[in-house]
């Protein structure tokens, strides 16, 4: 048995170690030959203005055409001293206060009263509909940061259920 394994040990590290390793030339030879991606992988918007295929347009302001039976709608209001900073609108399902939300939106240097509409389309991660019952909260945050709450960060929240319309937020400490 220990003669086969002398015998056939060499002749594998033999095998192994005779590839051919290519040079620094050919390498780039054969790299300018082929093309990176081939042209059925690149997609184009359909015209100017439209977004690319999996990209979503920044939120309208609420209408009233908007017929998705989920989103919520409402106004938020913030004291006249509360001024600068980001608003965050989080919805999570009722009684939950921390990790992910279902759907987020990022407002800077918001004008108040603010109309809002937070639904399905701000979701996290998409494909989903929300539970029977959410929480909807509002946060404007003076250093910009979500994952921080800072003094000055004024909050208001509110459980309704989804397709709610007429929700009043107040910001206050």
Same mark, same amino acid.
């Not at 309208?60 to 055409?65: C, D, E, H, I, Y």
């Given at each position: +048995?220990?003669?086969?394994?002398?015998?056939?040990?060499?002749?594998? %590290? #033999?095998?192994?170690?005779s590839q051919r390793v290519s040079t620094e030339e050919d390498?780039?030879?054969?790299?300018?030959?082929? &093309?990176?991606?081939?042209?059925?992988?690149?997609?184009?918007?359909?015209? *100017?203005?439209?977004?690319?295929?999996? +990209?979503?347009?920044?939120?309208?302001? &609420?209408? !009233?055409?908007?017929?998705?039976?989920?989103?919520?709608?409402?106004?938020? #209001? $913030?004291?006249? =001293?509360?001024?600068?900073?980001? %608003?965050?609108?989080?919805?999570? /399902?009722?009684?939950?206060?921390?990790?992910?939300? %279902?759907?987020?939106?990022?407002?800077?240097?918001? !004008?108040?009263? %603010?109309?809002? $509409?937070?639904?399905?389309?701000? #979701?996290?991660?998409?494909?989903? &509909?929300?539970?029977?019952? *959410?929480?909807?909260?509002?946060?404007?945050?003076?250093?910009?940061?979500?994952?921080?709450?800072?003094?000055?960060?004024?909050?208001?929240?509110? =459980? *309704?259920? /989804?397709?709610?319309?007429?929700?009043?937020?107040?910001?206050?400490?």
């Open positions: +048995m220990r003669a086969i394994v002398f015998v056939i040990l060499p002749v594998v %590290l #033999a095998a192994a170690c390498f780039a030879r054969e790299a300018r030959d082929r &093309p990176l991606i081939s042209a059925e992988g690149v997609r184009l918007p359909a015209a *100017v203005g439209t977004p690319a295929a999996g +990209m979503r347009p920044a939120p309208a302001a &609420p209408t !009233a055409g908007d017929d998705d039976a989920q989103t919520i709608r409402g106004t938020i #209001a $913030a004291p006249a =001293d509360a001024a600068g900073g980001v %608003l965050f609108l989080f919805v999570r /399902p009722a009684g939950v206060e921390g990790g992910p939300p %279902l759907a987020v939106q990022r407002i800077p240097a918001p !004008a108040f009263p %603010l109309p809002f $509409a937070i639904g399905p389309r701000d #979701a996290m991660i998409p494909g989903g &509909p929300f539970p029977d019952r *959410v929480t909807v909260e509002a946060r404007l945050d003076a250093d910009g940061n979500a994952m921080t709450e800072g003094l000055g960060d004024v909050s208001a929240r509110a =459980d *309704v259920a /989804p397709g709610a319309s007429g929700v009043d937020l107040t910001l206050g400490p």
